[in-house]
């Protein structure tokens, strides 16, 4: 049994579609594509400080490798705060540019 989420299915299986895309790439692609996955992650995380009454912070760039494990957080803190309703079309839109 898996503990509860606040990921709503549908972004899960767009995240975990993402993860997978991110994956397949060579690095030199992945690196060229970074920056569009970093809009992502800093969008959400300025989003949830919004939220939470808190000041926007900086998500460090740690490279390609763990961009993934970044926008996996995210996600989770932007769905356990209601952000954002069109969070699984974003992941999508992501995915599909990453093609």
Do not use: C, F, K, N
């Amino acid at each position: 049994m898996q503990p509860p989420t606040p990921v709503p299915v549908e972004v899960r299986t767009e995240l975990a579609r993402v993860v997978e895309r991110w994956r397949q790439l060579p690095l030199d692609r992945a690196e060229r594509h970074a920056g569009a996955v970093r809009e992502l992650v800093q969008r959400l995380a300025d989003e949830v400080a919004e939220r939470i009454g808190q000041d926007p912070w900086p998500v460090p760039d740690l490279g390609p490798a763990t961009l993934m494990d970044q926008l996996a957080v995210m996600v989770y803190d932007a769905s356990e705060v209601g952000l954002p309703e069109d969070l699984a079309g974003q992941l999508g839109d992501l995915r599909r540019a990453l093609a």
